[in-house]
């Protein structure tokens, strides 16, 4: 209970990174008030998949995906190295499961509840329950996982 209570608070500080809140400079010398990053970002722009991965995954599968994120001593079991995906999956990055885990979550496994979050709900509530928005941030994400397969 321990691990999944520090995963739900780390989820929790990633929400609610201070780097989201950072008000401009220049606004509060000027009077002016204070713009948000979100505010800055025109309201099509979506994030690179590394960005994404950086933000939400390394913490627990490391920012070489290799599962040694510095969150990953905390957890009962250590995450899976996301770099060898395609290796296991017979040399073909497996597309489809990976949008499934991200969506749905991976499953329950055979010794208890997974620790991982499920990220759908996540990113939907991020992109304001956008579907195509949330579709294509897992999908960038996918495409960032598959360029770090080990050949």
């Known amino acids: 209970m321990t691990s999944r209570r520090a995963v739900l608070t780390l989820v929790f500080i990633f929400l609610t990174c201070p780097a989201a809140n950072q008000t ?6 000027m009077g002016t008030a204070p713009q948000t990053v979100e505010d800055q970002l025109p309201p099509t722009y979506m994030p690179p998949g590394k960005q994404t991965y950086k933000e939400y995954c390394a913490a627990c599968h490391g920012f070489d995906g290799k599962g040694g ?3 990953a001593s905390s957890l009962n079991k250590r995450p899976p190295n ?3 995906l395609a290796k ?3 040399g073909k990055f497996p597309d489809e499961y990976v949008k499934g885990v991200l969506l749905f ?3 329950y496994s055979a010794h208890g509840a997974s620790e991982m979050p499920v990220w759908g709900p996540i990113f ?3 992109e304001n329950y956008n ?3 949330t579709r294509q941030r897992i999908k ?10 080990e050949k």
């Open 24 to 29: 401009s400079h220049a606004a509060q010398s």
């Open 69 to 71: 994120g510095p969150a």
């Open 82 to 84: 996301l770099t060898t």
């Open 88 to 90: 296991k999956h017979d």
């Open 105 to 107: 979550g991976p499953g």
């Open 124 to 126: 939907r509530y991020i």
């Open 131 to 133: 579907e195509a928005a």
């Open 140 to 149: 960038n994400l996918c495409d960032f996982l598959e360029s770090i397969q």
